[in-house]
């Protein structure tokens, strides 16, 4: 918390935008929204059919190949010059606090914890729950060496058993240079943070 509060981007007792950006889209308010997602039907939400895809040998991949796969939404995992990343890993089937309220799409969940090799390096680019899952992240625990996420967002590897020493918690516009010349940018997006009722 004392690293945070000393972020130029921490300011009235939370991080704010670089630019000002509304919570809600003009017009609508809280209970609309709640409302039409608990109550009203929109068409086209979900696939009709099976979402195609090709699942790679993770585990069996040379060391000196580079190699980019997507999960879907923004979990990727990286093999590049030798060194291997995973950002935000969504491995359970749900993206969301309550189970079975954000399910992925069929044909999109072929991949687990136990199709990844060793990871050099997870990055986590803030703790919404469709890019931190707190059943992915456990079930990876072991073959993680460095975590890299936002100011604030290590609490949650901290709280869940994480060594403190392979957590880096970097702020906006800072940067973390790892070994074999591999240097990791952080940028600032027009997002928000948070978990729970708690941003």
């Given at each position: 918390?004392?690293?945070?509060?000393?972020?130029?981007?921490?300011?009235?007792?939370?991080?704010?935008?670089?630019?000002?950006?509304?919570?809600?889209?003009?017009?609508?308010?809280?209970?609309?929204?709640?409302w039409d997602f608990l109550f009203k039907k929109f068409p086209r939400q979900k696939?009709?059919?099976?979402?195609?895809?090709?699942?790679?040998?993770?585990?069996?991949?040379?060391?000196?190949?580079?190699?980019?796969?997507?999960?879907?939404?923004?979990?990727?995992?990286?093999?590049?010059?030798?060194?291997?990343?995973?950002?935000?890993?969504?491995?359970?089937?749900?993206?969301?606090?309550?189970?079975?309220?954000?399910?992925?799409?069929?044909?999109?969940?072929?991949?687990?914890?136990?199709?990844?090799?060793?990871?050099?390096?997870?990055?986590?680019?803030?703790?919404?729950?469709?890019?931190?899952?707190?059943?992915?992240?456990?079930?990876?625990?072991?073959?993680?060496?460095?975590?890299?996420?936002?100011?604030?967002?290590?609490?949650?590897?901290?709280?869940?058993?994480?060594?403190?020493?392979?957590?880096?918690?970097?702020?906006?516009?800072?940067?973390?240079?790892?070994?074999?010349?591999?240097?990791?940018?952080?940028?600032?997006?027009?997002?928000?943070?948070?978990?729970?009722?708690?941003?």
């Amino acid at each position: 918390m004392e690293l945070i509060k000393t972020s130029a981007n921490y300011k009235n007792g939370k991080f704010q935008n670089i630019s000002f950006t509304s919570v809600l889209t003009e017009g609508y308010s809280m209970t609309v929204i709640m409302w039409d997602f608990l109550f009203k039907k929109f068409p086209r939400q979900k696939p009709t059919d099976i979402i195609p895809s090709i699942k790679t040998d993770l585990l069996k991949l040379p060391s000196d190949s580079n190699v980019l796969v997507w999960f879907g939404h923004s979990s990727y995992f990286m093999q590049v010059g030798g060194k291997r990343f995973l950002i935000d890993p969504v491995f359970s089937g749900n993206a969301a606090p309550i189970p079975g309220n954000n399910k992925s799409f069929n044909g999109t969940d072929i991949y687990t914890a136990a199709d990844m090799p060793e990871i050099d390096c997870l990055l986590i680019t803030h703790d919404h729950y469709d890019h931190l899952d707190y059943e992915t992240v456990i079930a990876l625990k072991d073959k993680i060496k460095t975590v890299i996420c936002g100011l604030g967002v290590g609490s949650h590897f901290e709280h869940w058993g994480f060594d403190k020493n392979v957590i880096i918690e970097k702020d906006w516009n800072e940067h973390v240079t790892l070994d074999k010349g591999f240097t990791i940018h952080t940028a600032p997006a027009r997002h928000f943070s948070g978990r729970g009722f708690t941003r």
